[in-house]
């Protein structure tokens, strides 16, 4: 298995700008997370996803971060407006559905490097 | 609610020395306690886990944990450190029930010298 492969893996945009993040979870995972990744704060879960539908997006910093998971293959992070505090980099992890209820066997993408300049 | 302090931000050993990185956990119960370590570039690599039974759980690449309940810390531990060990290691903390994520400490940046 190619693991969670994630896209982008470094992003530069403009303030103002739509920035669209992308994550195919491993096969057969029906949880799906969204982490972001800061010096000043560490890592952050965004949003989960169980079976495609979010199950807690508490973490979702403001209503410009949005996400969605529309198949069990593909899920997407997108930002809009986005502004030089969102840069970060941003995790997808995915884990199977017996492991997801106690955090075992997560495994996370490499992330992507977003810039907002 | 649970919470993780990462007390070292960065530590730096020689290659061979022993390591010690703390991790102390807030939670109203036992929770699950993981460790896991970060490559440049990459995304993060689950090392152990702690779930119940024995308090000294053994992982990958040679490290090991201890739980201490009186101490609400979950140190991890090397006897050797190679120079490969140079990452950043992050330590995070599960609630048995309620919502499915792990809440995650700042992390401790390890740098290896020769």
């Known amino acids: 298995d190619a693991g969670v492969i994630q896209s982008p893996r470094h992003e530069v945009t403009e303030m103002g700008q739509e920035v669209t993040l992308r994550c195919k979870p491993i096969s057969g995972h029906d949880y799906l997370f969204w982490y972001r990744q800061t010096m000043m704060r560490g890592l952050e879960l965004l949003i989960y996803?169980?079976?495609?539908?979010?199950?807690?997006d508490s973490g979702m910093p403001e209503d410009r971060f949005s996400a969605k998971m529309p198949n069990a293959s593909f899920s997407t992070l997108k930002i809009q407006p986005s502004e030089p505090r969102d840069s970060a980099v941003y995790f997808c992890?995915?884990?199977?559905?017996?492991?997801?209820?106690?955090?075992?066997?997560?495994?996370f993408g490499s992330g992507t490097r977003l810039t907002v300049v | 609610a649970q919470s993780v302090t990462q007390p070292d931000i960065h530590i730096t050993v020689s290659e061979g020395a022993s390591l010690e990185l703390r991790c102390n956990y807030s939670?109203?119960?036992?929770?699950?306690l993981f460790w896991y370590v970060q490559s440049p570039g990459q995304g993060l690599q689950l090392l152990l886990k702690y779930f119940s039974g024995d308090t000294l759980v053994q992982g990958i690449k040679g490290f090991e944990a201890e739980f201490k309940r009186s101490q609400s810390s979950f140190n991890l531990r090397k006897p050797s450190v190679h120079w490969s060990d140079a990452a950043e290691y992050f330590c995070?903390?599960?609630?048995?029930?309620?919502?499915?994520?792990?809440?995650f400490g700042t992390g401790t940046r390890l740098t290896v010298i020769p």
């Open positions: 992890a995915s884990s199977p559905p017996a492991a997801a209820t106690i955090g075992d066997g997560y495994t």
């Open positions: 939670y109203g119960a036992t929770p699950y």
């Open positions: 995070a903390v599960g609630a048995r029930s309620g919502a499915n994520n792990l809440f």
């Open positions: 996803f169980n079976n495609n539908v979010p199950i807690d």
